[in-house]
């Protein structure tokens, strides 16, 4: 799992007007909860470009005040019309308490039906997965290569150690569908 540090400075005063004027000095409010105590804090904007603009996900170890925190970004908030953001909140993580995440699904190999002219179409680009912190992937791939037309991978074919997946067990994760041209070649070029 991939790791980004940040460093924050515990907020004295916690309030819509101490959060204004943090964001207008360039700094975002954050709350860290989940551990013994609720922390309130404030970030660089420009800190955040590593967690937040990249497809992948990632534990993220927070400096407030010498102490370290390691956390997962439970939520975050865009203002509406900049979509600058807004306000974060980290969940700690705990050794021996689950936690939920969002994990990006990846594909490997080339499925049967492509090769055949079919179209290989990714339904759900991350699932949702329960599982200890030591126990989560940083993504979960699948290998597409026995798919033939018209076949899928559903969430109840999927069976991962130490995961525990969310999604309903109906839910296609990636299909192979055939295309207009191989449609209208098997039914005689008609």
Known sequence: MKKVSLSGSRRENVGKKDAKALRNSGNVPCVLYGGKEQIHFSVPTVEFKPLVYTPGVAFVDITIDGNTYAAIL?????????????????????????IVMSIPVKTTGLAKGVSLGGKMIAK???????????????????????????????????????????????????????TRAVAAATRGGK
């Open 124 to 178: 759900l680009r991350k699932i949702s997965v329960k599982a200890l912190p030591k126990d989560m992937p940083e993504d979960v791939m699948l290998d597409v290569t026995p798919l033939d037309m018209g076949q899928s991978i559903k969430i109840k074919d999927l069976n991962f150690e130490n995961l525990e997946l969310l999604d309903s067990p109906n839910s296609v994760v990636v299909t192979i569908r055939a």
């Open 74 to 98: 439970q939520d975050i908030q865009y203002h509406p019309v900049s979509d600058n953001i807004y306000h974060v909140d980290f969940k700690e993580l705990v050794d021996d308490k689950k």
